[in-house]
């Protein structure tokens, strides 16, 4: 990992903001550029032409340009026989997402019906093993959605299934309690143990 870090840092030494006006980031092998269409359509000529050579094969059918709307003709024109996928919509980039208002909401939407689905099936657990589903729920499942909230601003109505799940599924049978879970209560099982 740490020599693939230094051969892309060489790569973009070649592609540098300087010469490409593109603003970028890396992580592991994956290379993303934000600008204009055609300096992103420099950017990445000089990607396919000085990869390969540190090692870095750019693979244009997993490349994904995100453009305005109004802005979409012109990346289909200028990247028409380059492989890579233009949209309009948006798409997921390094875990987040990137594009219209309804793309992240479809995008959040599926994700809280699969962590709602989760909840459940740890809620199943809590009735008889409270300590492993608490253990699961804080070490694992709760992260998934701290990292999207983060990095996806604006959600917070749609993760109200969510809420409403941990509030009147998990935390009762963690609890071992038919009552419903106050607002006091919740804000004091939120806070860290």
């Known amino acids: 990992m740490a020599m693939y870090a230094i051969?892309?840092?060489?790569?973009?030494e070649e592609i540098s903001y300087e010469k490409t006006q593109v603003k970028q980031v890396a992580?592991?092998?994956?290379?993303?550029?934000?600008?204009n269409i055609s300096e992103l359509y420099k950017w990445w000529d000089?990607?396919?032409?000085?990869?390969?050579?540190?090692?870095y094969t750019p693979n244009a059918t997993k490349s994904i340009?995100?453009?305005k709307p109004e802005h979409y003709e012109n990346g289909v024109r200028f990247f028409r026989d380059s492989g890579v996928t233009v949209t309009k919509d948006g798409q997921r980039n390094f875990g987040a997402v990137i594009g219209t208002e309804e793309f992240k909401a479809k995008y959040v939407e599926e994700k809280v019906s699969?962590?709602?689905?989760?909840?459940?099936?740890?809620s199943g657990m809590a009735k008889t093993e409270p300590h492993a589903a608490y253990s699961a729920f804080t070490h694992g499942l709760q992260h998934r959605w701290s990292f999207v909230k983060r990095t996806i601003p604006g959600i917070s109505r749609l993760l109200r299934p969510l809420e409403e799940s941990i509030r009147k599924t998990f935390l009762p049978a963690l609890l071992k309690t038919n009552f419903?879970?106050?607002?006091d209560v919740?804000?004091?099982l939120s806070l860290p143990p």
């Open 7 to 12: 051969g892309l840092s060489v790569l973009q």
């Open 27 to 35: 992580y592991a092998d994956d290379l993303t550029g934000a600008g």
């Open 46 to 55: 000089l990607v396919k032409k000085n990869g390969p050579t540190i090692g």
């Open 65 to 67: 340009l995100i453009v």
């Open 114 to 122: 699969e962590w709602v689905k989760e909840v459940g099936v740890l």
């Open 180 to 183: 419903i879970i106050g607002e």
């Open 186 to 188: 919740r804000e004091l």
